[in-house]
């Protein structure tokens, strides 16, 4: 099981590094692989982050005389 915890999106290094690479050699070598969702496609992540990004807005937008 592989975990890219540095990343929160699919992009290139995510898909060619570890889906083709990484489980490439897995294979030679006999073993499993699977890789963890990344959490750009889960809706709550998504809301999320637009909450942080509606509260930094409404907070810029008290500070501003």
């Not at 990343?7 to 083709?20: C, G, T």
């Not at 909450?51 to 005389?65: G, I, K, M, S, T």
Request: glycine letters at 4%; charged letters at 25%; proline letters at 5%.
């Amino acid at each position: 099981m592989v975990c890219s915890v540095g990343f929160v999106a699919d992009h290139l290094e995510i898909l060619y590094d570890l889906d083709i690479e990484a489980r490439a050699i897995a294979q030679e070598n006999g073993m499993a692989f699977a890789r963890t969702a990344m959490p750009n496609a889960d809706p709550a992540f998504t809301a999320m982050l637009a909450d942080v990004v509606r509260r930094h807005l409404a907070e810029r937008e008290a500070a501003v005389p």
